[in-house]
């Protein structure tokens, strides 16, 4: 049996898509601890559909301990608190010390308000399975007192951010409106309004212009009102305020606009260069070697010279570049730069309705939907989510409905 002892002690924070990804390539010539504060791994570009009533809220997670039970990885749910650097050793809110070699810092991202007033108080958040169920809970109670109080109000549902987690979350709110709930109560159903605000010219703009005025007019074939160059001022708890002096009506406002690096990573006392962790072009921690950064809280400089966008696959490939880094410090050889393969973008806006763009390749309706469902499942984890999420998906396409409307959150 081999040494543990003489394989280098790695720990590893946060188990999301880079700290999973490392922590497996690592287990083959490490003695690997990973960290987090759940016991469960979030698969966020499902999210939405857990607000919207689309799939059950734990089809979404997967537990850590199962994903590294065919390895020797150890996990320990927790949160750092303290670090030595001279001693390189951590310290975890559960008393817990971990010595390691080697530091790799994957603990993700945060909402950021960017300053506007009334954010946290009156918006609500999409970055937890506990915030999704929130969201749904709230808007099927508010769905139940439409259909008590019988009368002609509006009542709007505004979606803040015109990237794909906005835009996917307006089309779903809207199929959700159109189907499930018109079946239940067509009049109250008919008095909800979903708005889309984005702050920029246009929805998707990561996508090339084309792509991006497909998927408003999909959106807008939903019934959904997308505002375009509507910088939003303050929400407040009812309506939202714009820079150009226009009020939305909104009775649930949700937050997807801006994303930065995890809070936490400032108790580690690195650099951090705008909310990131200042890294080399070796995804080493400027002045620290032997602690590495990835995913949505590494501050990566792409070929562009802007940071690498806060996406998965970032995150994945460099989970697994971080992992033969490692390997090659722990054997004596040179690191070598990491280098982003992005293998394109993709969204959907609902039934039959997605975007995929890979470089020049575009495609649009039906196929695009396909390969859009198809990736997700491929890269969802567990064999009982996936199970799971099909039946759902199944259950939904076959009959219209979403079976997941529960209001769960109170006794
Ligand atoms: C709603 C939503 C939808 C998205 N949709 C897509 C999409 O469709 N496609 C795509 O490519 N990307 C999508 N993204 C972005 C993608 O999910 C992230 O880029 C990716 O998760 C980053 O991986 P990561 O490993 O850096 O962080 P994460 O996967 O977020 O993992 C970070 C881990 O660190 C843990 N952690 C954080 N703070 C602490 C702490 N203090 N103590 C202990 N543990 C901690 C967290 O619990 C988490 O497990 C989406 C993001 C969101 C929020």
Not at 211 to 229: I, M, P, Q, W
Not at 381 to 393: E, F, M, P, S, V
């Amino acid at each position: 049996m081999q040494n543990t002892r003489q394989k280098p002690r790695v720990v590893i924070l946060g188990a999301g898509f880079g700290g999973l990804t490392a922590a497996k390539k690592l287990a083959d010539f490490a003695s690997v601890t990973v960290v987090d504060r759940h016991n469960f791994q979030t698969f966020l570009p499902l999210l939405y559909q857990v607000s919207t009533a689309g799939l059950a809220a734990d089809h979404v997670a997967h537990p850590i301990r199962g994903a590294l039970r065919k390895t020797d990885v150890q996990f320990q749910m927790g949160s750092p608190v303290s670090i030595d650097h001279d001693k390189k050793s951590l310290t975890l809110d559960n008393k817990q010390v971990l010595d390691f070699d080697y530091l790799v810092v994957a603990l993700g991202s945060a909402n950021t308000d960017f300053g506007i007033p009334g954010v946290v108080e009156h918006a609500l958040g999409m970055k937890s399975v506990h915030e999704a169920t929130t969201i749904r809970a709230k808007v099927m109670r508010s769905f139940e007192e439409l259909c008590s109080n019988q009368n002609d109000s509006v009542f709007s549902i505004s979606v803040i951010g015109g990237g794909p987690t906005g835009v996917e979350m307006a089309g779903a709110f809207a199929e959700l409106v159109r189907g499930p709930l018109k079946n239940d109560q067509a009049r109250a159903a008919e008095r909800i309004q979903i708005n889309l605000i984005e702050a920029g010219p246009r929805v998707l703009p990561m996508f090339s212009n084309k792509l991006s005025e497909h998927a408003k007019a999909d959106l807008e074939k939903l019934d959904v009102k997308v505002y375009t160059n509507t910088a939003v001022k303050e929400i407040k708890a009812d309506s939202i305020a714009t820079q150009d002096g226009k009020t939305i009506e909104s009775e649930i406002t949700i937050w997807a606009a801006g994303v930065r690096g995890e809070p936490a990573a400032s108790i580690l006392n690195l650099p951090i260069v705008n909310t990131r962790i200042d890294v080399e072009k070796t995804l080493q921690v400027k002045k620290y070697p032997h602690i590495f950064a990835i995913g949505d809280v590494a501050g990566f400089t792409g070929k562009d010279g802007r940071f690498l966008p806060m996406v998965a696959p970032v995150a994945m490939q460099q989970g697994r570049w971080v992992a033969k880094q490692i390997k090659r410090l722990s054997t004596q050889q040179e690191l070598k730069p990491f280098k982003y393969v992005d293998k394109g973008s993709m969204a959907t806006i609902g039934r039959h309705k997605a975007i995929v763009e890979v470089k020049k390749f575009r495609l649009v309706g039906i196929p695009a939907w396909f390969a859009w469902l198809f990736l997700h499942l491929f890269y969802l984890l567990g064999g009982r989510n996936k199970i799971g999420t099909i039946a759902d998906w199944t259950w939904n396409y076959v009959t219209f409905d979403r079976g997941n409307r529960h209001i769960m959150d109170s006794v």
